[in-house]
């Protein structure tokens, strides 16, 4: 067990290191920034109009900065990950494979799991890196205006899951092809399919709609923003994980047997 | 140290290594010597873990290579073809994540003497702060190289270890092999020639997936040598095949080259039989004029181009020594003495 951990925060720490030594990860953090920061910018003159016409009597007495201003917010985050992290995902394994490298952590003496789960939690660290930008933001609202904590954490949970998702799929795709720009691409339509497989349920009849919506990675997510944590969207989420690391760990496997 | 059973390795309906079967005991350098395609590095890509055989099994320190992969991983050293490095660490760093996860069990201050030291031994010191990216061909495989001892394994499996370096650096890499013997159990393959006369106690020849010949270096050379071919080289523009002939021994004599200076004999001899000294008497006293008289070897490449090509090799090879090896089979583990 010790040795296992051991393993994994050594490929974890690499990963890190060479994501973040990239030019690559600081431009992209960089437009991050920048995107995130005209949502914010658009957030707040929305929030400020709302309540101002709520002073003058013309809108709602009380406007809340929680639902009115970090929710959507948040919720727009979620449309950049869609964005930017098959950019994350896309080289951690078909880098390994066009290079080369694959050789060396395939006859060193580490499991198939201890190199997936290291590579889930580097690229983890790289998406707290995207987080940890919109945490600037939100320092700023703190500074002059009064959340409340808990539905914001809640949030940040939410995001955190909900990424983790993209993350253990992305890297599962990348498993599957020595093509990086391959494996960004195909990461992004499976997640847009992830995405919008809600929409299509609704022509489908009532159970599809259900099912659909079920799967459906972003309706999982609304509550997260409202401030609600339950139990059936962490479950969703983390079934969502175990089942990307398990297909990427078989597919290390059968990609050795292939030769 | 490392025994390969019975390996066959099938992609889809291509097979690449068929039936191979061979040994290597503690300390020994073994040449894994076939042309390019013949199936060395699906081999050695078995021998290392990397892979599961198709058929067979491969033993490396006592442990099935399949069944307990992390034992036999943790016993071996391998350098792919392709060294593989990751090019925005530097050679410090890229070794001490090699030793991370091939040494976990190592304190971080063991780690870090054991890259010192191996960083020595490769000479690859001088280049500690540069990105492995960024260096030549020589250096890179040399921290490959660095990259398969960093967990001081009791075997190394080194893919075409000089491929691609200049004659200084091949050199500069063979006397480091040589000094790497011993200590641990090497296998190596190439597809040239004098690496394997130069550094290997054993050789095995592999063409199309299959074991042609499993021998040393000198016994290679020397069997295949079959019946003896003596070279003479005269000042005499005169036909001098009459005198040769009659030489007790010699079974043929042909021209081998004629100039204006001087003309040059190929004799073969019967088996066993050493006819130096009769031939070069029988040189001085017909008159002839003698320049040179040496024993025609077939070389390394000759027996090489013997065995890996079907149809007959052209040039001077002597005659004889074609019938000599009959390809083994592939469970028996020395050549077939003609």
Known sequence: MGSSLRNISAIAGKELRSFYSSPIAWVMLGLFALIFGYFFDAAITYFAKASMAGQMGGGPQKVNVNLEMIRPLLSNTTVLILFLLPMVTMRTYSEEKRSGTIELLLTSPLKDVEIILGKFLGAMGMYLGLLAVTAVYMLIVFKYGNPAVKPLLSGYLGLLLFGGGFVAVGLFISTLTSNQMVAGAASFVVFLLFWIISWLGESLGQTMASIMSYLSITEHFDDFGKGIIDTKHIVFYLSFIALGLFLATKSVDSDRWRG | ?338
């Open chain 2, 1 to 338: 140290m490392i025994e390969v059973q019975h390996l066959t390795k099938r992609y889809g309906r291509v097979t690449a290594v068929d039936d191979v079967s061979f040994r290597v005991e503690k300390g020994e350098i073994l040449g894994f010597l076939g042309p390019n395609g013949a199936g060395k590095t699906s081999t050695m890509r078995v021998i290392t873990g990397y892979m599961p055989p198709t058929e067979g099994k491969a033993v490396v320190a006592g442990f099935d290579v399949f069944t307990h992969p992390l034992e036999a991983k943790r016993r071996t050293g391998y350098l792919p073809e392709t060294p593989p490095l990751y090019p925005d660490m530097t050679v410090r760093e890229y070794l001490a994540f090699t030793a991370r996860i091939k040494a976990g069990q190592l304190s971080t201050a063991d780690r870090k003497t054991r890259v010192e030291q191996v960083m020595k031994k490769t000479r690859i010191d001088d280049v500690a702060n540069r990105q492995c990216g960024k260096l030549s061909k020589g250096y890179k495989q040399r921290v490959g190289l660095a990259q398969a001892l960093i967990h001081d394994p009791e075997v190394l499996v080194l893919d075409e270890p000089t491929a691609g370096l200049d004659p200084k650096q091949i050199t500069e890499t063979r006397d480091l092999i040589r000094s790497l013997a011993g200590d641990h159990t090497i296998v190596l393959s190439t597809h040239i020639l004098p690496e394997v006369a130069q550094t290997c106690q054993k050789v095995v020849i592999i063409n199309k997936g299959k074991v042609v010949a499993v021998d040393t270096p000198d016994n290679l050379t020397h069997q295949l040598k079959g019946a003896a071919a003596l070279y003479v080289q005269v000042g005499s523009q005169q036909d001098a095949t009459g005198v040769l002939s009659q030489v007790a021994g010699v079974r043929a004599v042909n021209v081998a080259d004629r100039h204006e200076e001087f003309v040059g004999y190929e004799i073969e001899s019967e088996p066993n039989r050493d006819i130096r000294t009769e031939v070069a008497r029988a040189v001085v006293n017909g008159g002839l004029g003698l320049l040179e008289l040496r024993p025609m070897r077939m070389s390394l490449e000759e027996i090489f181009l013997q065995l890996t090509t079907e149809d007959q090799p052209e040039g001077p090879t002597p005659a004889p020594a074609a019938r000599v090896l009959e390809p083994t089979s592939p469970t028996g583990s020395e050549t077939a003495n003609g």
